[in-house]
């Protein structure tokens, strides 16, 4: 009985953990470029009563055993990155990476971020920055009297001036490729940075031999929050929580009756 209030007790926080992720999935199912997560969960130390495979007689094993398990814990909760849909703006700046790969944003301590948020605009300077004014890297500055920008799939920035036909680059934007983007360690605003996990980024055009996706300009990849899903895993994870608790006071009623033999 013991066992059981533990192992319930476990169960009930993670569930409760369950619902924290569905919370913050369901917060951000408008974010631009947001990605979900899963929660995932391990089962805990088990108890060897009897070890499978011990010896039941000089040629003869156990079949099963007879393990009793301690609850379970939360492992995890992995990034999902299948592409959300995507929404016409109109802006000019709006990007978005049709297949894989990651904006490249250069935060104010000089370190390299990576966003799939691709809602970007000028600063003072003509810079093309995110909401938060960090710059894309590598920097491509837009000048003052430009009246059309236009951005190629394979990342090419381009502009017109006044009195000119032709057409005057600005510079190219290249995207960063993961081996594993579920490793790596999201630091909110959309930005992510790498870690042992992810691994190192691999830097090219979009479009280009490294697998990385196009750019489509004046279109927003949305999250890709399904929040019919996340209503059913809110519903499956409330049904488990309770169900723990009725463990609990199944095992407190057990106590009381014990305690009650001697009365």
Known sequence: MIRALYSAASGMAAQQMNVDNIAHNL???STVGYKARRAQFQDLLYQDVVTPGASAGQQTVVPTGLQLGLGTRAASNEIIFTQGNVLATSNPLDL???????????LANGEIAYTRAGSFHLDRDGNIVTADGDPLEPQITIPPDAQEIHIAAD?????TQPGQTAAQMAGQIQLALFQNPAGLNGIGRNLFLPTDASGDPTIGTPGGQEGLGTLLQGFLEQSNVSVVEEFINLIVSQRAYEANSKVVKAADDMYQQ??????
């Open 27 to 29: 917060a951000n199912s």
């Open 96 to 106: 978005t990476i049709q297949g894989k790969g990651f904006f490249q944003v250069r």
């Open 155 to 159: 990342g090419t920035v381009s502009y």
């Open 258 to 263: 014990v305690n009650n033999l001697t009365r």
